[in-house]
Every structure is written in C-alpha cells, then in structure tokens.
C-alpha cells in the first residue's frame, strides 16, 4: 500500500518518470514507463533493478543495436482484418523494427560467446544449447528476457525485395511493376522531348521568355505561358498563377500522353497494392505471436531508459533483502543532484540505518537544515527501488523491502474539502494508524504541527508509541522537546 494518492508527487517521482519517459525511443517505452508500478516482490525487484544495471554496462561498454524502435502495433492490430494491408511506410517501419528486434536477441545471445557467429545479416547463427553457459555469464537477467522470444528475418528479408533502403517499393518487386514503370518513363521522355520542341519553337516565334521550361500542374507536364499568349497555342488551360500573370497550357500534342502517363499512374498504384496486400496476407498468421515480440521491444526501450537514467545520477544495484532494513551509505537525492550538478554544486550524501534494533530515525534540527530533503530522499529512494530501479548510494548499501510506505509531508490544507492544516495531518495519522504494520515504512515531516505545541507534541508522542509498539519503520522529523527525550 502506498499512501497518500499523491505520494508520487510528494517525493518528485512524477518528475523521475518524465525523465524516464523523455529517454525511451518510441512510445512502447514510453507505456511501460507509465505502466511501472510500486511491487513488493522481492525476486521482481531484484529482477528489474539487474536487467537495468546490465543494460548500464552494454551501454557503457558494447555497440548495442538501439536503432529502428518503432510502435507499429496499431498497423498489426488493422490487418488482423482480411482484405486490409500495410501502407508503404508502415511496411518500412514493421521492416526495421523487426530486423531490431532480430539483432537484439541475438545480441543478447551471442554476448560473450567467442565461438559465436552471425549470418549476413547480423542475425545469430548459434546453437542456443550448445552457449547457453558462456550467453547467462554475460548478461543473465537480459539473456532470460530475450530466451523466449520470436523473431521473424524471414519477413524482413521478405520486405528487402519490396522496399529499398528509403522505404519505396523498388522497381524489382514485381515484374509487373518493372514493366510498368519502365512504360511510365518511357512516356514521360517521350513528353518532355515534345514539350521541349514545342518549347522551342514559341521561344523562337517570341511568345514566351526564353529561360522558361515545362513543369508540372495537377500532375501533367505544361508550358507557363503570358496570358496575351494563351490562344497562339495549341492546347488546354489547366491553371493560372495567383498572380494572374502566368496560364499553363498543356500542348495539344501532348494530352494523349499525359493521358497515358494518368493510366499508368493508376496501374502502379494497383499493382503497389496488390503486393502489399499479398505480403500482408503472408503475415496475418502471424500477427499475435509478432505482437509479443514487440512487447520485448517496449521492454527493452524500457529498460533501456531506466539504464540511461542511471547512468545520469549514478545509481547501482544495492544489496536487496528480503526483510525490512535500510543500511544505506552516500544516498543522494538523483534530482537534486541533477539539478545542483547544472550550476557546478554537489548534494550532501546521507548514511541511514533502519534495523530491528533501530526502527525510527528521529530528526531534530534548525529550518533550511535539510530535514524534509532527508525524509523525500527516503520516500524517492525506496520507491524508486521497489519499482524496479537502481538507487543512487554505496553498492555495499543493503536495503529491504516493505510492504507500504505512508508519507506525510507539506501542507495538506484543502479548501475544497473544509480541511486545515492540522485536520489534514489528523486525516494522514488517522489512516497510517489504520493501515501501517511491522512491514511498514513510515515518513512523517514536522510531526503534530499545525496546532498548539503542547496539544501537537503530546498528541505526536501517543502516536509515535504506537508506530513504535507495531514494530514498524519510519523517518521522522520534529521540534518537540517531547519526542526527542522519547527518543
């Protein structure tokens, strides 16, 4: 349980997924990002937070194929109907996005495998039994992500023959496509010979400016003539300039021709459709297994992200248990670190330790003495932690894991709903009292302010008997002489 609704954007992990979210590659990322969520599973957690310190190393350290990530699973939910098909630049994006997928499993495959090899294509040639020891020794976590996961080179070489490196259909998709286009460029030399005699005889007669060419209206080859010119030739008006100045005639010589090239047109679009059609008849089988592997794609790019992000504040995997206890040594708060890092300043590192023995962390001192920056470092950090990402501190930091956290930090006071300041802190301990445990994580700024210090103090210290006869952890700060001697 994590209270209150908003504990999110009390700690500043709004901002961590906006930076999250601002490095993934595509919008699958992008969803897991908003997708990630709060667990309390110790093998996930720790699951998560090593797939992403691994991906920190093929950062730092390899070439890792992060080209061509692309969403194209609205185009794969469209052609699950039959007669439908992928459009040209959908069929370029499905191309790249699947041969990524292809060199990043067998990235992952052949990573530290020396015998290893690669087809033409990048993809992996190897017998998955046969290196399955030398792949886990590299990258474990990633290489079990990657273990079950489809991939298609056949449908991306399928796609090299109708697409050429820029995303248009060549010319060798079809025969019927060579025959047509080589029809339509044939036509369109024969126009522009035409037009270019035509052109020079009106030049020689003075009826157009001599630096003048044919150029295109409506998709037809014309000659831009003067207005006072327009009857002296031969032909039909298809257009006159916004300024009026400048008619395009297209020569009778030529309509016929232009005809032509309009059939043709009309025929290699036909025929453009009728591979695309016919590929994405080849595919449709196929289409459900092809979406899970792009929901490995939405992992990686997430990952991905998280690994960037902890490149940026310097995080690391700590030691995770699998009880409750904080034993941390240089935490830092990664968005003040960011933030002090642009004007050249560095943040103060804090050691914590939460344990059995030790369970509340009591915090007395001056205002603008880092207090509440200490407790939202605590609520970031753990947080940041159980949703699967690696922290900013010593590697040889432990931490555990709790079941909730419950915050209750700056002023609550809603005018909507008649509360105060001080009614909102009864409403917090009113509802950490009811929910929290000995799995508890509890992180309390000013504890009992907002009403007069005797009443605030001996009402703090009634409840903190209580936090602390459950058993449960929590970092606390106060001015109350009470609590200190308590303490």
Known sequence: MIYPNNYEEKIGFTNVRKILAEKCLCRLGEERVEQMN??????????????????VRILQEEDFPDQNFFDVRQSLKRIRIEN??????????????????????????????????????????????????????????????????????????????????????????????????????????????SLSNILKNVKSEGLVDKDLSPTMRDGRLVIPVAPAMKRK???????????????????????????????????????????LTEFTNTIRPDVKEI???????????????????AISTNSVEPVIEDKQILDWSMAVHPLLQMSLARHGRKVVPLDLLLNRKQRILLISGPNAGGKSVCLKTVGLLQYMLQCGMPVPMAESSVTGIFQSIFIDIGDEQSLENDLSTYSSHLLNMKNMMRHFNGASLILIDEFGSGTEPQIGGAMAEAVLKRFNNKRAYGVITTHYQNLKHYA
Do not use: W
């Open 233 to 275: 030739i031969h032909g039909i008006v298809h257009d006159e300039s916004d300024s009026g100045r400048t008619v395009f005639i297209e020569p009778t010589e030529v309509v016929e021709a232009n005809n032509k090239i309009r059939e043709l047109e009309s025929e290699e679009r036909r025929e453009i459709i009728r591979i």
């Open 38 to 55: 709060f667990s309390t599973q110790h093998t996930v957690i720790k699951r998560q937070v090593r797939q992403t310190m691994e991906f």
């Open 84 to 193: 439908t098909f992928l459009e040209t630049q959908e069929l370029f994006d499905l191309q790249r996005s699947l041969d990524a997928i292809c060199r990043i499993v067998a990235f992952l495959k052949k990573s530290g495998n020396t015998t290893g090899t690669t087809d033409a294509d990048g993809y992996d040639n190897v017998n998955s039994e046969q290196n399955e020891d030398s792949e886990k020794k590299t990258y474990p976590a990633l290489y079990q992500l990657s273990a079950d996961v489809r991939t298609y080179p056949q449908f991306v070489k399928r796609i090299d023959q109708i697409l050429d490196k820029f995303g248009n259909v060549k010319d060798t998709a079809s025969p019927e496509l060579m025959r047509i286009r080589r029809e339509l460029a044939s036509t369109a030399q024969g126009i522009s010979r």
């Open 291 to 309: 979406m899970q592997s792009y929901e490995f794609l939405a992992d990686i790019d997430f990952i991905r992200a998280k690994a960037k992000f």
